[in-house]
């Protein structure tokens, strides 16, 4: 995978959080890099380095509008 370029990941909420304690869910992303060099007539690599955050996050219902009329 290109370093570079852009990556995503998503979730749909389909309840409100407003049932969750304190009134929000909790979201944990975890990123775990496999590193990998090469320079010098050599390789080699690294052991994987894993990085974790947490955030509450407020999800609340919208309803949807109709432009037809």
Do not use: F
Request: glycine fraction near 14%; hydrophobic fraction near 30%; proline fraction near 7%.
């Amino acid at each position: 995978m290109d370093p570079a370029a852009a990556s995503s990941c998503s979730h749909t909420y389909k309840v409100p959080s407003n049932g969750q304690p304190g009134g929000m869910y909790e979201v944990r992303a975890t990123v775990t890099w496999e590193i990998g060099w090469v320079g010098g007539g050599t390789s080699g690599s690294v052991d994987p380095v894993t990085t974790t955050a947490t955030v509450p996050l407020r999800v609340q219902r919208s309803s949807a509008l109709n432009g037809a009329g």
